[in-house]
């Protein structure tokens, strides 16, 4: 599988040393407007063609596959081109800044035969999957009730800048990924209730929010999320899940332990984030999850079947935020059949 990177920034390293982990994948091609940057991941990627412009990479061809880590601005231009010239197409979240975007991105692929996939890697973080699993298993019962909570104070802002400056900021960046691990464990949301707030007065957009859900399959699930909570130990980047469940009781907790309770029988075990060769911590948890996302992105192209989180999927998480931001602005619960 050839593949051309667009956008070598600050997350897209993780993407590169996890293409270098895949057997069968070959970064051909990298492309970002910033010759620095460009030369940066250059270091990863020493036999790929470097571009500074990605209308001659696409020009150029190569490749079966363009993978894109540029932030949510490009991604509709891009993945609209890469649609244009019949290729598969991974793209980061969020997929865009718009509903209406989103869906004439995923449209257009869908009309070439191709494979879009959105780049939501937290519902494959391995502690995480580890609770999917469980739960799927039916050692709970039917669940009833969920919590999946992600709060923390690290400095977000120092590695990502730009999350400071947009006028929104925690749901579209994190929420989203919290909203997307509440569909992966309860299915899909039929209404949202969101308050939100910003605490911290050096960035623009909101740093807390606090999402209530109904999910089809009768669970109600509150997702929260925090970049203004100051704890010890610090959590980052850990999601903390509770479900409740006719027959027992689901928690990961912090420092990755999973807890199962049936009945007054408690079972605990690690399900800690492998530290991968190129992983530093605390981001471990998240590197190793790029890993396995491109990993099962690579298996479901070879096995002809669409990724968890391929394009109509995320418009489903990407619904989500939209409607907590329309919940939040006008004080209501929003039904998704509004938008
Ligand atoms: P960044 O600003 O560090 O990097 C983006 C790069 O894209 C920059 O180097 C920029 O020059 C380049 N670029 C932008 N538009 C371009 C274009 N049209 N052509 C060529 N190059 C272009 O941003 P980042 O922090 O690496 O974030 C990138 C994306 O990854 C965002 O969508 C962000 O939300 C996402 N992200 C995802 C996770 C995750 O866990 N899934 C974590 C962090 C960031
Ligand atoms: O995963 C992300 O999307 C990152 C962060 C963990 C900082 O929210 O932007």
Not at 125 to 135: G, P, T, W
Not at 259 to 284: C, F, K, M, N
């Amino acid at each position: 599988m050839k593949i051309a990177l667009i956008g070598c920034g600050f997350f897209a390293m993780n993407q590169l040393h996890a293409w270098n982990g895949i057997a069968g994948a070959e970064v051909v091609a990298i492309c970002d407007r910033d010759p620095e940057r460009l030369s940066l991941a250059a270091a990863l990627a020493p036999k790929a063609a470097a571009y500074t412009d990605a209308a001659e990479m696409f020009a150029a061809g190569g490749f079966d596959v363009v993978d894109l880590a540029t932030t949510v601005g490009s991604h509709r231009a891009l993945v609209e081109m890469a649609a244009a010239h019949q290729l598969h197409v991974i793209c980061q979240k969020p997929i865009a800044p718009t509903l209406a975007d989103a869906r004439a991105m995923v449209n257009a692929v869908d009309a070439t035969g191709k494979t879009l996939m959105i780049h939501e890697n937290f519902r494959w973080q391995s502690a995480v999957r580890a609770v999917i699993d469980a739960l799927r298993s039916g050692a709970i019962g039917e669940p009833f009730f969920g919590r999946i909570s992600f709060r923390s104070g690290y400095d977000v802002y120092a590695g990502q800048p730009y999350l400071a400056e947009g006028e929104r900021f925690i749901i579209e960046d994190l929420g989203i990924h919290i909203l997307d691990i509440a569909r992966a464990l309860f299915g899909d949301a039929t209404r949202i209730t969101a308050t939100t707030r910003r605490v911290n007065p050096a960035i623009k957009g909101e740093d807390v929010a606090t999402m209530l859900l109904d999910h089809t399959s009768g669970v109600t699930s509150v997702v929260d999320c925090s970049y203004a909570t100051r704890r010890s130990p610090e959590t980052f980047p850990e999601s903390l899940i509770e479900i409740d469940g006719t027959l027992g009781t689901l928690r990961l907790d912090a420092g990755y332990t999973l807890s199962v309770q049936i009945g007054d029988q408690v079972e605990t075990r690690d399900v800690s984030p492998t530290l991968l060769s190129w992983a530093d911590r605390p981001w471990h948890n998240i590197q190793e999850s790029v890993q396995i996302i491109q990993q099962h992105f690579v298996d479901c192209l070879n096995q002809g079947i669409a990724p968890e989180t391929d394009g109509q999927d995320n418009l489903k998480t990407f619904a989500l935020v939209e409607a907590a931001y329309l919940s939040a602005n006008e004080n209501r619960t929003v039904d998704l059949t509004e938008l």
